[in-house]
């Protein structure tokens, strides 16, 4: 049978099972159980099961609950709060401060948890409320954000980054340590995008072009009757850990799972030692991680599956030699796999959105001379964009539900930043090198 007519008979089958509501790890693992059967031997299709049971125990799994569970930890100990305190109080006298200490706190968020609806919700929780309070308008201050909590799926320890190494087979290690340059640029460009556009339109941040408030009867002013040595109590233990983590990946102390323990443990006893940790709440983080991280491990094994028929089948082969007939410039090639990222993520789970498409996409890619590492991260800025596109951004929807927001509202305050995260895609292609420096040096790439 034709190459091209079993890529159509998998492809319908995927969205058929989609189209009846079934889940995307199970509809993933039934095309691929279908599809063996029908286009592959019977020695095939029984070898999928040793595919799903060694993706299900792979060592490389463990440190998803861990980081997971880190996560968990971090937000019960309210290093969030703290962190956002910090930021606030040090950007005080500076016009959208608050927006660009939300976005801070967000990175540094980001780097404790690996998790982009994570970063959202509990920056979010923190900051609108502070925001409001100062005349910020609504739209600003949620897109802030949600721009800023998608940088919790670039930034180490990237949950998405994990299951692409997973997935592709490519250094965890190598892919954690690239996405920090991008994430910390990501981070940066918002910041400045942030303050300019209070510049441009005081009415932001509730202000007159005199810098006088519009509403000054609503405003009310926040008190920081701390000092230093009590900022640097609140801010220290989770930049230490950030620090700490880091430094034992890029010097290869210790591995990733080796760092995600760590960073487990480490985040326990932060808890603990602020008097936050309670057996209930120990309970719920241990539960959130272990059905957090089965989802995902489901979803990975189902995508292994995936996998294992596209490349027996001679699909990805096809595909590459395809591609390299066409005699298409690479990038146009490339451009067009974001603008299909973009349309996916308009519709669907953002990581599910990159789980389908990349078991179909990553040999042919790198066919054409793409670094994985590269695409990893690229890759990852796409799935970024998703979450906070409209209608169905993961982040937008989080951010109604957590901080009871307006739809309306969340959509138009997010959309500047998919335009902001455009330009770093753009400045990523541009200059590629950015992406894979830290591995380089590492000796990864």
Not at 16 to 33: D, M, Q, R, Y
Not at 87 to 111: D, I, M, N, Q, S
Not at 206 to 214: F, L, Q, R, W
Not at 390 to 397: A, D, S
Request: hydrophobic share 55%.
């Amino acid at each position: 049978m034709s190459i091209w007519l079993i890529l159509i008979v998998i492809f319908l089958l995927l969205i058929a099972c989609l189209a009846i509501g079934g889940p995307v790890s199970t509809s993933i693992g039934f095309t691929a159980v279908l599809a063996s059967m029908l286009f592959l031997t019977k020695g095939d299709v029984l070898y999928l099961g040793s595919v799903l049971y060694q993706n299900a125990t792979s060592g490389d799994l463990i440190m998803m609950p861990m980081f997971i569970m880190m996560a968990e930890f971090m937000a019960i100990g309210g290093i969030a709060e703290d962190l956002y305190y910090v930021f606030a109080k040090l950007l005080r006298r500076v016009r959208g401060g608050l927006a660009v200490a939300t976005t801070l706190a967000c990175t540094l968020f980001a780097a404790l948890s690996g998790s982009s609806p994570a970063t959202a919700a509990t920056i979010g929780k923190v900051s609108l409320e502070q925001m409001a309070k100062r005349g910020y308008r609504e739209d600003f201050a949620v897109g802030t954000v949600a721009g800023g909590g998608t940088l919790g799926i670039m930034i180490p320890p990237s949950i998405t980054l994990v299951m692409y190494g997973i997935l592709t087979k490519t250094t965890i290690v190598g892919l954690l340590m690239a996405g920090l340059i991008p994430g910390l640029m990501l981070s940066a460009i918002m910041c400045i995008s942030n303050l300019v556009r209070v510049k441009i339109n005081p009415a932001l941040i509730g202000e007159n072009k005199d810098h006088t408030k519009i509403n000054p009867d609503l405003v009310i002013k926040e008190e920081y009757n701390t000092t230093v040595w009590q900022d640097i109590k609140m801010s220290a233990p989770a930049i230490i850990l950030i620090a700490f983590l880091l430094i034992c990946m890029y010097t290869g102390a210790a591995t990733a799972n080796e760092c995600a323990g760590i960073g487990c443990i480490c985040s326990m006893l932060i808890c603990f030692g602020k008097k936050k940790l309670t057996w209930p709440k120990f309970k719920k983080a241990m539960i959130n991680g272990i059905k957090s991280s089965g989802m995902m491990i489901l979803l990975l094994s189902s995508a292994g599956m995936l996998s294992q028929v596209i490349g027996k089948a001679g699909i990805a082969t096809a595909l590459a030699q395809a591609i390299a007939n066409s005699h298409l410039n690479r990038w146009i090639i490339m451009i067009l796999m974001f603008a299909v990222w973009y349309l996916l993520g308009m519709i669907m789970n953002p990581t599910a959105m990159v789980t389908l498409t990349i078991p179909f996409v990553f040999e042919p890619l790198m066919s054409l001379g793409f670094s994985p590492i590269w695409l990893g991260i690229v890759s990852t800025l796409c799935v970024e964009v998703a979450m906070i596109s409209p209608p169905v951004g993961n982040n937008l929807f989080i951010l109604k539900q957590t901080c009871n927001v307006d739809i309306g509202t969340v959509y138009k305050g997010s959309v500047p930043y998919v335009g902001i995260l455009t330009i770093g895609l753009v400045i990523f292609c541009l200059v590629p090198g950015v992406t894979t420096l830290l591995p380089r040096l590492m000796g990864l790439v």
